[in-house]
């Protein structure tokens, strides 16, 4: 895949050279407290300087809708169930997930809970409805028809108008009223509203949630499309684009240099004023801190590797996030969720590679351990309250186009028609209550808006971080676990469980890992690891960073305070793998669950090998 490289000095973007000798305006801003401990160094370790470094605008795009016949669509049913056998039906009829018309008057949420300020008033509460404005229902969103290209830069390499920019444009939102729906408030509440049950699905009989499933790519592309465009019409700027946090990249691996000074020309940070973040998480002049993409917020002790470690470690979870996880697309979306479905019950109920992976990671990472629900980022209902969070969204928003863009077999969006239809209700940059379709979600070109990428797709940092095979000789080929119990009821996780499972395929064919029907406590942090084939002799416990580890299950806790149940799934791709485990000829595949955190009344429903699709 081809872009078109533009030279650095070229006029459509200016970059900074990476020791930022144009001397950003944070910097100058961090030179007036130079004597504080939030100091900010920019970060210098390892980075090659590079003057010359080019960033890459994207090429014209191609429109890539899936394949899907438009009439079907309109009748909810698709290309793929019509021609194919009858049976597959009921599923193709079930209804998609939509936030409902009445969304003023039907939308639930007290004030029960949540973050206090010290006059006693909440700061940040589980009451997230929208304002309650006059108006019909609302209206099926157009598309803009401006030909204007928003391009998302990379946060650590912004150039100081484009800090400047930003940091006016979320001044301008926080000084909106609160009546008005696309305050820094509301939109921080629309994130809540999505994960905790404001809306009723069509049925009535359950709440939406938007993690978990399917729906996490596109409700979030949503979400930051219309947050991108009000804050550009507050400063009227139709070119406006989002920063990314570029953590795939060594360099970008830092929160970004312009949220953490606390003020900025004498006035406040619009970027760090009345955020909870981790504090010793954020660079200082000292060293340099660098997020950790399998960060659990326990065991402390046993966390923070080495620096150069930590960064190969973290493009190894890239790697796996976004190819040996996701490697198909219910792998890397996560599972169907349709109405009515049930969080217990739910055949493939499952968490997509990069939600479960780096993306709650990072979330986990930035929150701050001093609030008593790692506010703001570790928590669900008040993690729209940081800035950096859009920032996060916005890479995250971006793997799901690299994924597409890696141009290999089997990453293509989701086609059945109970994801194309689903829909979401938001005000868009004018008021204007507009629902939307993940069906309009699919491709960057409609929507206005791009990345710029200092790389061509297949020389990304992370392309190429397959972990390294393992050495036969290190292994204990008479470890054949035999002895090991099948799986053959559900699994309490409060110490680690060994089990094997037999493959029903020949080699060669990516079978899926799948964990199905976990259940566990959603208001609190959980964490698990999760090892395949591990042989190792004399009891050598492999790393994160072995071929062996599969990767994790992680959730960020939904509620602020009480017990909620709620139940998940987790798949994990096996082609390379085995290979990488000299394994690919077994019969069974051994499978190890490390309890983390917050398992102790986890369970596991089952474990089974599903093999692709043709
Ligand atoms: Cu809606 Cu990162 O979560």
Redo the contacts with the bound molecule.
Sequence with gaps: MSSSVLPLNSTYINVPNFTHTTQPISQRAFKTRTNQTKGFRVVACNATPNDNKRLILPEPQKLVLPNVDRRNLLMGLSGLYTAANLSSLPEAVADPIRTPDDFRSECKGEVTSGLKNKDGKYARSRACCPPNLEGGIPADYKLPTESTVRLRWPAHKGTPEQVQKYRLAIQAMRSLPDDDPRSFINQAKI?CAY?HGAYHQPDKTKDIQ??NSWLFYPF?RWYLYFYERILGCLIMDPTFALPYWNWDDPDGMQIPEMFIPETIYCNPNPLQVEVHREASHLPSEKEPKIVDLTWSPVNRAEQGLPYEKQKACNLETVYRDMVRNGHDTPSFFGGKYVVGSDEISIRDKSVGSVESGS?TAV?LWVGDSKQPNNEDMGR?YS?GYDPL?YC??AN?DRMWKLWKDLDLPKHVDPTDPDWLNASYVFYDEKKNPVRVYNRDSVSLKPLGYNYIEEYPIQDLPWRYSRPTQRDKSEQDDSKKDNALPMMNSPMILNRTLKVRVRRNATKNLNETLLISGIKFDSSKFVKFDVFVNDKLKNGVEPTTSDPEYAGGFAQ?PHGDANKMSMSSGARFGLKELLEDTNTENEEYVTVKLVPKAGCEDLTIGNISIINPEP
């Design positions: 994130h994960c938007i993690h979030h993306h979330h669900f993690a969070f996060h969204h995250v960020i």
